[in-house]
């Protein structure tokens, strides 16, 4: 390292040590790794409220945790954020407090007080979301008048009609199935408590009536779908119960093939509660196994420590245990590389060869190949998860000679080359999901109902191919790609980040891609993106990115608190196009060993990572452990180089 002292070798060396050791420790004894994925108030006030719902016994001790958790969390400004010290949101603010009343928390209490301030001095819980309106009307706090009209007759629309459950994205589709009969039923929560929030309220929650506009939609397609809703209710009640019982009957095959065990259909929180909630309206009793095994499923998700808990809305074993992976081989070392290879190992057989999930409505000849997010997810495995596997058993294969990774790597790469969309780019888990209107009908009023390509998505999927040697000159999909993320790169050079915040993730992703697709690194394209990186660095070395970037009126970058995640994004992205002697890597190295802690991890409380953008955040507990480690190392590696390429898609 020719212009790197001594001292700071040392202090580099050391700190990647440490790092690796940290780490390490996290690993199961099968060998996989698998850390907290934390949300907000949302998911565990809903689990308090579940088991409401359901008259379940009252575990004292588990709401207790609950309760101190919530209100540990409770913002400034009174209500709850969707992310750590963010703005307050009406929704996840009136599920917690509902939550907190419901566990037994004195409505003259402090924090109650302030919460409830909150909620009224912006208008009420009237501004609550769609979901939270659905929760209210199963308590009997609003009418259903003040939700959509949801048909269950929708399951047996062909596929040619404008609205079809295969035309929404994966999280839509299971959430709302189960949601479809739950609306038919129209089912009062048990709630033995009788407790009700009308001081949320400025008027009668019984007069509300449907949901406003929300910003991201059209006021034309928005008026014509809260016609057809207009239409819908005045005929739900005289519909004929023959078809309506064949509806649910079809909702009914759809769940019972996608149960999926204890890990819940699509293995997330939110259709795994409305399945209990919909076999109790059946009047299927808490030990009718469908519905006590996804009960189960619920409470493996719940995380609990010391004198707190909180419900995770999923895990994510696959993702956690292939970036692991990713970093130790980056680390390298005699203790690193057989643990990720253990690591590896573990992921074989939960690669998905057998079941043709819902993406194959749109791609009936391809072979299934991917790998889940989750520890058992066959019928919606995700092409994110799957690049990043294959590229992590593709460096193990080829830089210590490991074998048995072959088959998986070939299937994977099937699988994903199958899954490129029209435009050129890959979605997370369905193919050419372009039906945007969908984003107007009254139920979509978070904006998340479909799984279009996206920008980071891509980047993954052509980083696996041109890994595996594929070029723009050789591979027609690394050319579609390619040209896809040419197309959307924004003016000041970034690129959207979808599922991980914001720009400096998509911008990370995009330029590992564009670097091993053999994209030259002085297009303008990339020079573009490493300037706009460097220029967006702050004082103490670092770079982070708050949730208001996904703001709907963005009009450029605002600053915000250096995260190690997020650093190591920056810096992996900067290496990846040649940047590795530039001043700002050097300074954000600097940055991570400064910021590292006693177990040699770093402590990161932002959120770094998105569900549903301007809706739902995500808080991986592993991030700052490996994301770090990883950048770290690849500056070691690239500086005692004569090439300082990066010779891997990642």
């Not at 290879?341 to 391809?366: C, F, H, M, S, T």
Request: proline letters at 6%.
């Amino acid at each position: 390292m020719d212009s790197v002292t001594a001292t700071s070798r040392e202090a580099l060396e050391s700190s990647i040590a440490s790092a690796t050791q940290g780490v390490l420790g996290f690993q199961q004894p099968d060998g996989h790794w698998v850390f907290e994925l934390e949300a907000d108030a949302t998911i565990p006030a809903e689990y308090v409220l579940l088991r409401h719902h359901l008259a379940e016994p009252v575990d004292a001790q588990l709401e207790a945790r609950i309760a101190n958790y919530l209100r540990r969390i409770q913002g400034a400004h009174g209500g709850w954020p969707l992310v750590h010290d963010g703005a307050f949101d009406m929704s996840a603010s009136v599920k917690a407090y509902f939550a907190l009343k419901m566990i037994g928390d004195s409505t003259d209490s402090p924090h109650m007080v302030r919460a409830r301030e909150a909620i009224r001095s912006r208008g009420g819980a009237v501004h609550s979301n769609v979901f939270t309106r659905f929760t209210l009307a199963m308590f009997g706090v609003l009418t259903w008048r003040a939700v959509p009209v949801l048909p269950v007759e929708i399951t047996l629309l062909p596929f040619w009609f404008p609205f079809h459950i295969n035309k929404i994205s994966y999280w839509a589709r299971t959430t709302m199935v189960p949601l479809l009969v739950l609306a038919a039923l129209k089912p009062r929560a048990r709630n033995p408590k009788g407790v009700g929030i009308d001081e949320l309220f400025l008027e009668d929650p019984r007069s509300i009536g449907m949901t406003p506009k929300a910003p991201h939609q059209s006021m034309a397609w928005f008026m014509l779908f809260r016609g057809i809703d207009v239409i819908l209710r005045a005929i739900e009640p005289i519909a004929p119960k023959g078809l309506r019982q064949r509806a649910i009957d079809a909702a009914l095959a759809f769940i019972e093939e996608r149960l999926n065990g204890e890990d819940g259909m699509g293995a997330i929180y939110p259709p795994m509660a409305n399945i209990v909630m919909m076999y109790d309206a059946l009047g299927k009793d808490e030990t009718y196994p469908p519905r006590a095994t996804t009960r189960r499923g619920l409470d493996k998700l719940l995380v609990i420590k010391g004198e707190e808990a909180y419900c995770q809305p999923c895990v994510s074993p696959i993702w956690d245990t292939t970036l692991t992976a990713h970093a130790l081989l980056e680390a390298g070392g005699d203790k690193a590389v057989p643990a990720a290879k253990q690591g590896l190992d573990w992921l074989i057989p939960k690669q998905e060869l057998e079941v043709k999930g819902d993406w194959a409505v749109k791609r009936p000849n391809v072979r299934p190949g991917g790998w889940a997010f989750q520890y058992n997810n066959a019928h919606y495995p995700d092409l994110d998860d799957t690049a990043v596997v294959v590229m992590s058993m593709d460096r193990m294969r080829r830089e210590h000679g490991a074998t048995g990774y072959d088959a998986a790597i070939d299937r994977g790469r099937e699988w994903i080359e199958g899954m490129q969309s029209d435009d050129g780019g890959w979605a997370a888990f369905d193919v050419n999901n372009f039906e945007y209107y969908l984003n107007n009908i009254p139920f979509s009023d978070h904006g998340a109902l479909l799984d279009p390509p996206t920008e980071d998505v891509t980047a993954r999927c052509i980083s696996m191919l041109a890994q595996l040697g594929e070029t723009a000159k050789t591979s027609k999909s690394v050319a579609a790609g390619v040209a896809y993320l040419r197309k959307t790169q924004h003016p000041e050079g970034s690129w959207y980040g979808r599922w991980g915040m914001n720009f400096i993730y998509g911008t990370w992703s995009v330029l590992c891609a564009l670097n091993m697709a053999g994209v030259d690194r002085n297009d303008p394209m990339m020079r573009k993106a490493a300037g706009w990186l460097a220029s967006i660095q702050n004082e103490d070395g670092g770079w982070g990115e708050d949730a208001v970037s996904y703001r709907l009126d963005y009009k450029g970058w605002e600053a915000a608190p250096s995260t190690a995640s997020q650093t190591a994004w920056a810096l992996l992205a900067l290496m990846a196009v040649g940047e590795v002697d530039h001043p700002a890597v050097a300074r954000g190295v600097e940055y991570l060993i400064a910021t590292q802690n006693e177990k040699g991890l770093w402590d990161e409380s932002r959120y770094t990572a998105t569900g549903f953008p301007r809706v739902f955040y995500l808080r991986y507990h592993g991030y700052p452990k490996f994301f770090p480690l990883w950048a770290l190392a690849r500056y070691r590696n690239l500086r005692n180089t004569n090439s300082r390429v990066v010779g891997v898609g990642m």
